[in-house]
């Protein structure tokens, strides 16, 4: 190869580079990010969705399964997604994020987490076994699971909240009969988020619960937004109902995420999934326009006539 064929040939290759760079540039560029909300104790801005890992991350860390969570994760961030939820109740869950996030060195995200036991030295173990777990000396939220034991789990949070291995402190339930204790607490601590129940058909949290919060200034991370799946249970063999396409709503999902992220007193909505298009189906229903209260009225409607 003489010397001016080998410049033509470096000079295209550098030309390929740069259009290859650009053209992924202006890809991520294409992709909006989901909404933030702010927490209020801090004005720090979370997404709006997050991400559960009640069931799909109670797994062995086998490379399959690291690969597909990778994939899961990369598109949940690739929409804006950060927040990431578990619990020692959810079996291998703490684990599997700890492999999963040294596997691809992730460093961008929030990471909450639970104790949930009774005793000041067993929860204060529970809480170290957290921390090596999930492989990190910081986790951004720890919260009191289900209430248990929590005056005395909520001391040994403060403790590590002074020490800054922790930024935020919560509690939580998934039943609404413990409402009326968590707002006792809302009133009587200072704390900074609630964790609780709350979806289109389970609609409690706003009698008394979320409006105390939002005075309290607490953030709210919202469980169980599909019941469990028992919301896809009873409408999977459905076809969407035609009058939701007027409000740009294509399917049950859609309907489901949309209408709770249309409620201002909601901090954060966690959903679960080990499949990457499920991710993108819910990262892309947060985006649209949010629906005003005449709408969600209509499209509430439309849902109970289903």
């Known amino acids: 190869m003489n010397r001016k064929r080998f410049l033509t040939l470096a000079t295209s290759l550098i030309l390929i580079k740069k259009n290859w760079e650009l053209t992924a540039e202006d890809t991520m560029r294409e992709i909006k990010a989901i909404p933030m909300r702010e927490i209020p104790s801090s004005r720090e801005k979370i997404p709006v969705l997050g991400f559960g890992t009640w069931r799909v991350f109670d797994k062995d860390s086998t490379k399959e399964n690291l690969i597909t969570g990778m994939e899961v994760w990369e598109k949940f961030k690739e929409h804006g997604g950060k927040l990431i939820d578990s619990s020692p109740m959810y079996g291998r869950s703490e684990e599997f994020i700890g492999n999963l996030f040294e596997k691809k060195k992730e460093e961008n995200r929030f990471l909450a987490t639970k104790v949930w036991t009774s005793g000041k030295k067993e929860g204060s173990h529970q809480i170290n076994q957290s921390f090596q777990k999930m492989k990190t000396s910081f986790i951004d939220l ?3 699971h289900n209430l248990l034991d929590w005056k005395t789990q909520m001391d040994t949070l403060r403790e590590l909240k002074a020490e800054g291995k922790i930024k935020y402190i919560g509690v939580t339930h998934y039943i609404p009969t413990y409402f009326k204790q968590i707002e006792e607490i809302i009133r009587k601590e ?5 964790q609780i129940p709350y979806s289109i058909s389970l609609r409690d949290a706003e009698n008394s619960i979320l ?11 919202i469980n169980r937004p599909f019941e469990g799946g028992e919301l896809f249970s009873n409408f999977i063999k459905k076809p969407i109902d ?6 740009d709503i294509h399917s049950w999902a859609e309907l489901f995420i949309r209408f709770l992220v249309a409620n201002r007193d909601l901090t954060c909505i966690l959903f679960a999934s080990f499949n990457s298009k499920h991710v993108e189906e ?5 985006k649209k326009p949010l629906l005003e209260k005449k709408d969600l009225e209509k499209v509430y409607k439309i849902f109970l006539e289903n």
């Open 142 to 144: 720890f919260q009191i």
């Open 211 to 221: 409006p105390l919060a939002r005075e309290k200034g607490i953030a709210v991370l």
């Open 190 to 194: 200072k704390i900074d988020f609630i």
């Open 282 to 286: 819910n990262m892309n229903a947060a």
């Open 242 to 247: 035609p009058r939701l396409k007027e409000f």
